[in-house]
């Protein structure tokens, strides 16, 4: 026996299908458990950190939706006892509340 033949394990697999198949071993699971633990736990590190920034943009247009409505739309308060007419264009008119008429 001066010959050896070798033949290729996924080439006798591929054609013999049937009657072969290719089992590979990992002897080093703790290695790839470690390296899942870590993909996972940066996947969910960015997931949280997407959140985060939607969250501010959300409330940075709130803020921005209430600024506009608060700056836009200055409302006056009226209080009884005031004149009605006090800036240009009042002329004439009468800056104090009229007084009442005691006895008709």
Do not use: C
């Amino acid at each position: 026996m001066t010959q050896v033949t070798s033949i290729d394990a996924y080439w006798l697999a591929e054609l013999g299908s049937v009657f072969y198949s290719v089992k590979e071993k990992n002897f080093d699971e703790r290695g790839n458990r470690r390296q899942a633990d870590r993909e996972f736990s940066r996947k969910a590190e960015l997931e949280t950190e997407m959140a985060r920034q939607r969250e501010e943009t959300a409330k940075q247009a709130a803020e921005a939706a209430i600024a506009v409505k608060t700056s836009g739309a200055s409302s006056k308060i009226i209080v009884p006892g005031t004149p009605r007419h006090s800036g240009i264009g009042a002329g004439a008119r009468v800056l104090q509340t009229p007084r009442r008429r005691v006895g008709i």
